[in-house]
């Protein structure tokens, strides 16, 4: 419950993060290069109106952060309900047919798991930037990681959906359904799919804070969202080059908040994990 509460406020400082934030770190006229690298407000030089700081680029590093989960956050949702998606029709197909579907999709799988998402990653995005240029790539960042992540992790929704199809198929409320007619699609989609959904809701939020971490794992390597336009991995990539000279801020409260952020998402996933599952749960 505890971690829900925290998830709860990160949710809010993210979709109001227009409002609260001091300034708007998109809008370069809020933006003055000589306040960069102003410690926080409690250190010498500090400033009251900078609580956190500023970073390099002279951005006030509360609203960068508060920015910069908000990204994170579309990013994650969106990546992994677009894995969830094609998992789960895949997985369903897979596992109500069976026969060669069952293992032509699941030898797909197999294939795509074989592939790391960093070297998709890498493809994707250079080939698009071959294409359409720098300056589309980065007004176009967020749907194109999006899209990235998404199409990297889908087998884990798939094989998931699978094994629980193929425990549900051969049940009497789908045989049943079998025997009054009903089409294959009815049977798959309304009858035997909600019956097989309990995991993947775990799985769903697991895998948000595992798309947030592989966001900003490849924004610190250059391959994600740009410095200009602020998300926990971009803001962590930063500041490393400054941890060492002093202004260790610039840094070190993006990875704390991405760290706390995904550690309640985890653990949101446990209490999800053993409450779903009767054989677990104690109450």
Not at 14 to 24: E, G, K, L, Q
Not at 153 to 167: E, K, L
Not at 245 to 263: E, K, M, N, R
């Amino acid at each position: 419950m505890a971690s829900f509460i925290v998830l709860v406020i990160f949710l809010i400082l993210a979709i109001t993060a227009p409002w609260i934030s001091p300034m708007n770190p998109y809008d370069s006229h809020n933006i003055d290069i000589m306040n960069s690298e102003i410690p926080p407000m409690w250190m010498e030089g500090g400033s009251p109106e900078f609580i956190l700081g500023t970073d390099n680029m002279g951005r006030d590093m509360l609203s960068t952060m508060f920015y910069g989960l908000r990204t994170s956050i579309i990013i994650g949702i969106g990546a992994v309900s677009l894995q969830a998606f094609i998992g789960i029709v895949l997985g369903l197909s897979a596992g109500y047919m069976g026969g060669k579907t069952d293992a032509i999709l699941m030898r797909i799988a197999d294939i795509q798991f074989s592939f790391p998402y960093l070297m998709v990653a890498i493809f994707i995005g250079a080939v698009f930037q071959l294409l359409f240029g720098v300056g589309s790539y980065e007004r176009l960042a967020i749907p194109l990681l999006t899209l990235i992540i998404g199409l990297s992790n889908w087998p884990m929704f798939a094989r998931t959906i699978r094994a629980s199809v193929m425990g549900e198929k051969n049940k009497e409320y789908v045989e049943a359904a079998r025997v009054i007619g009903l089409p294959r699609f009815t049977i798959m989609f309304r009858h035997v799919l909600p019956n097989s959904l309990t995991s993947v809701m775990v799985i769903f939020t697991i895998q948000v804070a595992s798309a947030i971490q592989s966001e900003a794992a490849l924004s610190f390597l250059g391959l994600g969202m740009p410095v200009t336009r602020p998300s926990l991995g971009s803001l962590i990539r930063a500041g490393q080059e400054y941890i060492f000279s002093g202004s260790w801020w610039i840094t070190i409260f993006p990875g704390l908040w991405l760290v706390v952020f995904v550690l309640v998402i985890n653990l949101l996933g446990d209490w999800l994990r053993d409450v779903l599952n009767p054989k677990l749960y104690k109450g």
